[in-house]
C-alpha cells in the first residue's frame, strides 16, 4: 500500500503550494479540486519536477457524498493517506439575509462538514498504522471579532480550530497530530472567486503574504507536530493584539486597515 499526502483545494491558491512543499520533501500526493483540467496540469508539473507520484480526483465538497467519494476512490486505488490536509474553501459575498439556505449550507459543508468528515474517515486508517498527519487551514479570522461581510466564515473557522484542538486532545496519544494553519491575508483566487476582490485590494500591502510562505510555514509546522500555526511575524503580532486590546479599538483600526469587512 502506497502513502500519500492527500491535499483538498488543490488546484490554485494555498493548496496547490502545499502540494509543492509536500512534492519537495518526497511526498507522493493526491490532489483533490472542483477543477479537473487545473488538477491534471499541477499533477503533472509536480510529478516532473520532484519525481514523486500523483494522481488526482475531481470533486465537489460542497455535495455531501463527496468526502466519501474521495475516500472511496483512494480505497479503490489502495492508497495510504499519511497526511490529511484539508484546505478547501470559499466565502460568499453577499449580506447574510441575501443568501439562501441551501447556499449558506453548501458553504458550511465545504468550511466544516467536509473537514469533519475526510478526517473521520481517513483518521481510522491513520489509526491502524499508528500515525499520521491532518492540517486544518483555518484563519485569522477564527480569533477576531465578527465581521460585517462574510457572516459565518469566522464563526466555522473558529469551529475548526476547536475541533482541531479536540484531535490532538484525543489522538496524540496514538501517534496522530492535527494542526490548525490559521493565515491572514494571503494573496490568492479566494477574494475574486468570493466576490470580495473589492475588499482585499484596499488592504495595505504589508498584510498581504503569498500563498508560497503560508504553505511552507504551514507544512514545516505540520511535520513538526505544532498544534496552531499563525504564519508570518507580521499576522502573530496581530493576533496577539486581538486577544488584548479592546475591542471598539480593533474595530477603529480594522475600519482603516480593512475598510469594507468591519463597517454596518
Avoid at 490536509?85 to 441575501?98: D, I, M, Q, R, T
Avoid at 494542526?179 to 470580495?196: E, I, K, Q, R, W
Amino acid at each position: 500500500m502506497k502513502s500519500f499526502a492527500l491535499v483538498t483545494g488543490a488546484s490554485s491558491g494555498i493548496g496547490e503550494q502545499i502540494c509543492y512543499s509536500l512534492a519537495k520533501r518526497g511526498f507522493n500526493i493526491i490532489l483533490t479540486s472542483r477543477t479537473e483540467t487545473k488538477l491534471k496540469t499541477i499533477s503533472e508539473k509536480i510529478n516532473s519536477k520532484y519525481k514523486v507520484e500523483t494522481t488526482y480526483f475531481s470533486c465537489d465538497l460542497a455535495d455531501k457524498d463527496g468526502p466519501q467519494n474521495i475516500f472511496n476512490f483512494c480505497e479503490s486505488k489502495n492508497y495510504h493517506v499519511g497526511i490529511l490536509v484539508n484546505n478547501a474553501g470559499y466565502a460568499l459575498p453577499n449580506s447574510f439575509e441575501k443568501n439562501t439556505v441551501e447556499e449558506e449550507e453548501k458553504c458550511i459543508r465545504v468550511l466544516g462538514t467536509s473537514v469533519i468528515s475526510l478526517t473521520k474517515l481517513f483518521l481510522r486508517n491513520m489509526l491502524k498504522k499508528g500515525k499520521g498527519k491532518i492540517m486544518i487551514v483555518s484563519s485569522v479570522a477564527a480569533f477576531a471579532p465578527p465581521a460585517a461581510i462574510q457572516v459565518l466564515y469566522g464563526p466555522i473557522k473558529t469551529f475548526m480550530n476547536r475541533f482541531n484542538e479536540a484531535l490532538n486532545i484525543n489522538y496524540n496519544s496514538k501517534g496522530i497530530t492535527s494542526t490548525a494553519l490559521c493565515p491572514g491575508y494571503t494573496v490568492t483566487n479566494f477574494h475574486t472567486a468570493s466576490g470580495v476582490q473589492d475588499e482585499m485590494d484596499s488592504v495595505p500591502q504589508f498584510l498581504k503574504k503569498s500563498a508560497s510562505r503560508i504553505a511552507e510555514e504551514g507544512v514545516i509546522g505540520m511535520l513538526n507536530g505544532k498544534k496552531i500555526i499563525v504564519p508570518t511575524k507580521t499576522w502573530r503580532v496581530i493576533v496577539f493584539l486581538i486577544k488584548i486590546v479592546p475591542q471598539f479599538i480593533f474595530d477603529f483600526l480594522s475600519g482603516i486597515l480593512a475598510p469594507g469587512r468591519y463597517d454596518n
